[in-house]
């Protein structure tokens, strides 16, 4: 009887227990459930990233970054496409979002931008000059839905971007002259500009928006390097002259100005000079005056001898009167003199 007892009380915690571990597999796999059914109700899209919701392989919406205006840029390219058409719906912004479980599919892609180089191809300008170019080009998925209907991987969007971009370059700078190729970057920049609209307007439609087009790079073929450093040569050779002619035109100009102002001092000076000399004349003649004033022979004699002074040298011989005025006085001034 113990024995049996025993065994009941053993039979009856076993039950508890398993009771027990039941009701805990129980809650853990509702807890599974639960967190399988919120992992395919919840997804997260990154900064970078846009996604397309598709439900039974339909796409119902949408998720681009909030500053993505493409399609207002584009509104009148994509007025027949599904993203403006009101079948599938536009979300902005990233974070958690929501999706029907199981029954929804969810595929990102990334709004960063791609770059596309072309390869190397010989191009003509108006012309007929040749120039091997490579171009480049930014470019984004601006709509994932319209990217994954038409065109799907990367390798299909650079594809398309090869047959379109590189062509639509070579056109622009067919249009344009050599030296506007080469040197005019506003001409080109406004080729490059008409041709990136062309490039839109056909790309709008499949989701892609290429933002920038250049070149790349621009070598010359080795037939055209020898004539077109001899264009430069000569465009250096016409450049140095006109800085030469300048440079003479600007020494002529200094030289007269110089002259002119040489000229000018050269006559003010002449004619302080004429100034001043006549303002000597007259103060020497105020004092001869007053010498003469003050001793009229002694005044008579100094002028005779200096007319002597200058009529004669030591080898002239001078033959006057005694009554001329130039030996009046000087034989009056002797006579008296030698007079005891």
Not at 302 to 324: C, M, P
Request: aromatic share 8%; net charge neutral; glycine share 4%.
């Amino acid at each position: 009887m113990d024995n049996q007892a025993y065994d009941f009380e053993k039979n009856a915690r076993t039950r508890r227990l398993r009771s027990v571990a039941g009701k805990w597999i129980a809650v853990g796999v509702i807890a599974l459930v639960l967190i399988a059914f919120l992992s395919q109700s919840l997804f997260v899209v990154g900064e970078a990233e846009q996604c397309v919701v598709s439900r039974f392989g339909v796409i119902k919406r949408i998720i681009i970054n909030e500053h993505n205006t493409f399609h207002t840029d584009y509104a009148q390219q994509l007025k027949d496409e599904i993203t403006l058409n009101g079948n599938v719906k536009i979300l902005t912004g990233s974070g958690l979002h929501f999706k029907l479980p199981f029954v929804d599919t969810v595929q990102k892609y990334s709004s960063r931008l791609y770059t596309y180089v072309s390869d190397s191809e010989v191009v003509n300008t108006a012309e007929k000059k040749q120039y091997y170019i490579k171009t480049y080009a930014q470019w984004s998925i601006a709509d994932p839905a319209l990217f994954s209907l038409k065109l799907g991987t990367m390798a299909s969007a650079e594809n398309q971007l090869d047959n379109l971009i590189h062509p639509v370059i070579v056109q622009a700078i067919n249009r344009l002259t050599g030296d506007d190729f080469v040197s005019n970057k506003e001409a080109l920049n406004a080729a490059l500009a008409q041709g990136l609209k062309t490039i839109n307007d056909d790309m709008a439609p499949r989701g892609i928006e290429v933002k920038d087009i250049q070149v790349h790079r621009t070598i010359l073929p080795a037939a055209n390097i020898e004539s077109t450093y001899a264009r430069m040569q000569a465009d250096r050779a016409k450049v140095a002259q006109q800085l030469r002619s300048e440079g003479q035109e600007s020494y002529r100009k200094a030289v007269a100005s110089t002259d002119l102002e040489a000229r000018k001092i050269q006559a003010d000076a002449v004619s302080q000079a004429g100034t001043i000399r006549g303002e000597g004349d007259a103060e020497a003649l105020e004092i001869y005056a007053q010498a003469y004033s003050v001793d009229k022979e002694f005044y008579a004699y100094w002028r005779s001898l200096k007319a002597l002074e200058t009529a004669i040298n030591e080898n002239s011989t001078l033959v006057l009167d005694k009554e001329h005025p130039l030996w009046k006085e000087l034989l009056q001034y002797v006579a008296s003199y030698s007079q005891p």
